[in-house]
């Protein structure tokens, strides 16, 4: 075989396991003001999830996110590399609440995102979105890795 046909066939089972990789899936909550903007996450909570995150991924649902579980309060720095979309990324801490928001982060940036300090979770949605729903520093995220929901 040519190396040429065993990169291809190297990405082909690569994008194989992308395709055919299945997150939990959950419901959120982020308490904005008077309102409550509800999504649907992709729960990263594995090395490979944390590191795949929405790579590859050419659109998400205005009320679709992912939801990357550190597990621990810990610093946390976010890339957009192999991203096609625009995010929006929230840095919640172990409390659940926001601290900062990173918008509209650049597709294929490699470009460090972070709030200097340690959190426990970040929230990816549509770049855009925080903005549109109002959502700000300080608003407040539900759910269970939060210990929030009462359920």
Same mark, same amino acid.
């Given at each position: ?12 089972? @690569? ?9 939990? $899936? ?9 309102? $409550? ?9 594995t090395p490979?999830?944390i590191? /795949? +995150?929405?790579? *590859?991924?050419?659109s ?7 939801? @990357?579980?550190?597990?621990? %309060? ?18 919640i /801490? ?7 928001i990173?918008?509209? !982060? %650049? ?9 200097? %300090?340690?959190?426990? !979770?970040v929230?990816?949605?549509? =770049? ?10 300080? /608003?407040? $995220?539900?759910?269970?890795? *939060? +210990?929030?929901t =009462? =359920?």
């Open positions: 075989m040519t190396r040429h046909l065993i990169t291809f066939i190297a990405a082909l089972a @690569f994008l194989g396991q992308l395709a055919f990789a299945q997150l939990a $899936v959950s419901p959120l909550s982020i308490k904005s003001d008077e309102a $409550v903007h509800s999504f649907t996450v992709e729960m990263a909570d490979d999830a590191r /795949d +995150g929405l790579m *590859f991924r050419e998400l649902a205005p009320d679709a996110g992912m939801l @990357f579980d550190f597990g621990e %309060v810990r610093p946390a720095s976010m890339w957009m590399k192999n991203t096609l979309i625009p995010l929006d990324m929230l840095f /801490d172990a409390n659940g609440e926001v601290i900062a990173a918008r509209n !982060a %650049v597709p294929g940036s490699l470009r460090s995102l972070g709030p200097g %300090v340690p959190v426990r !979770a929230l990816e949605i549509a =770049g855009g979105r925080a903005k549109e729903l109002g959502i700000n520093p300080g /608003d407040k $995220v539900s759910h269970p890795i *939060f +210990g929030n =009462g =359920g």
